[in-house]
């Protein structure tokens, strides 16, 4: 059984087709990246797998509950952390997370033991009794995060959760993600950011228009781009033209260089770096960078969508 699943799943708002009839099936105990642009609908996707929205058409089940007639079972194992943080800004930390243990049952002294237990995982605990609106930005969105993960939830939805967090913070975000894993929680991801994609995905679907144009795993989706690139760095620039010559000769054309002091060139087949190693030795250029890269996720999305990945307002809000 998998942890979430959707077949032909289609949500409009007016005239705008948000969901197009997307099929998701993510296995339990993974991360699902989602990446795509403005409106492609990601959140439209995570609104409805989380009952949060009704599908105008097609089914999705989640825990293997489904998210329209057993909606109020499938918020007993969801959590959720949207684009901005729901918080109460008149209750302090403590009161906003107790607040939620109590709404999910869970006895006074455990909401309280939860609260606390959570305050201190995100870095909250000195902030405990402050009104979250005194917070900044980046601690109400590790106070949204924590609100989340007050029921112990299997499967959690984190709609860029770590946007406005600095990269310590981003950092932290992504070792809970782990450590919820590693205990068997399943996580669908949606973000702007496509190296926390690459970092946390097990698997990554592109949306577009309402619809999934791509999905795999990162490797699999950096393959589409299409050759791995050798890149070389001699320590004396002054060689440059001396490893553009090496890598004609690997490759068969000439380098770009992307930065400077670098040299790169598209190559077929690990063998490649070998080859290249054995002629910069043989030319007595001694080098401070060598690596055979597959594209990066930015080039895999921008090759399929024409848009670079930013954070969705999208149309249903509207």
């Keep these: 059984m998998y942890a979430i699943e959707a077949e032909g799943l289609v949500k409009r708002f007016g005239q705008t087709t948000a969901l197009a009839g997307v099929d998701l099936a993510v296995r339990p105990g993974t991360v699902l990246g989602v990446l795509g642009p403005n409106g492609a609908g990601k959140t439209t996707a995570v609104r409805v797998l989380a009952t949060l929205l009704?599908?105008?058409?097609?089914?999705?089940?989640?825990?293997?509950?489904d998210v329209v007639s057993d909606a109020a079972?499938?918020?007993?194992?969801?959590g959720l952390t949207g684009h901005y943080a729901a918080v109460d800004d008149d209750l302090t930390g403590t009161e906003n997370l107790v607040l939620i243990g109590r709404l999910l049952d869970l006895r006074a002294r455990e909401s309280k033991r939860r609260a606390a237990e959570l305050l201190a995982e995100f870095d909250l605990t000195e902030a405990a009794d402050r009104p979250a609106k005194t917070y900044s930005g980046g601690m109400r969105r590790r106070?949204?995060?924590?609100?989340?993960?007050?029921?112990?939830?299997?499967?959690?939805?984190?709609?860029e959760p770590t946007t406005g967090l600095d990269p310590t913070k981003r950092d932290e975000v992504w070792m809970t993600v782990r450590g919820l894993v590693a205990q068997g929680a399943t996580v669908l991801l949606t973000t702007q950011y496509l190296d926390e994609a690459d970092a946390l995905a097990d698997e990554i679907s592109v949306f577009d228009h309402g619809r999934i144009i791509a999905h795999g795993t990162p490797h699999e989706l950096k393959q589409i781009v299409g050759d791995q690139s050798l890149q070389v760095r001699p320590v004396d620039e002054a060689r440059m033209p001396d490893v553009a010559r090496v890598l004609t000769a690997v490759a068969g054309t000439a380098p770009e260089s992307p930065?400077?002091?670098?040299?790169?060139?598209?190559?077929?087949?690990?063998?490649a770096l070998t080859e290249t190693v054995a002629l910069l030795s043989a030319e007595g250029i001694?080098?401070?960078?060598?690596?055979?890269?597959?594209?990066?996720?930015?080039?895999v999305f921008a090759a399929l969508t024409g848009a670079p990945a930013t954070s969705d307002d999208e149309e249903e809000a509207a």
């Design 259 to 271: 930065r400077r002091g670098v040299l790169q060139v598209p190559v077929r087949g690990d063998e």
């Design 54 to 65: 009704r599908p105008d058409g097609g089914s999705a089940r989640v825990g293997g509950l």
């Design 286 to 299: 001694a080098v401070t960078e060598l690596a055979l890269k597959l594209p990066g996720l930015d080039e």
């Design 73 to 78: 079972r499938v918020r007993r194992l969801v």
């Design 143 to 159: 106070l949204d995060l924590a609100a989340s993960l007050v029921g112990r939830p299997t499967v959690i939805f984190l709609d």
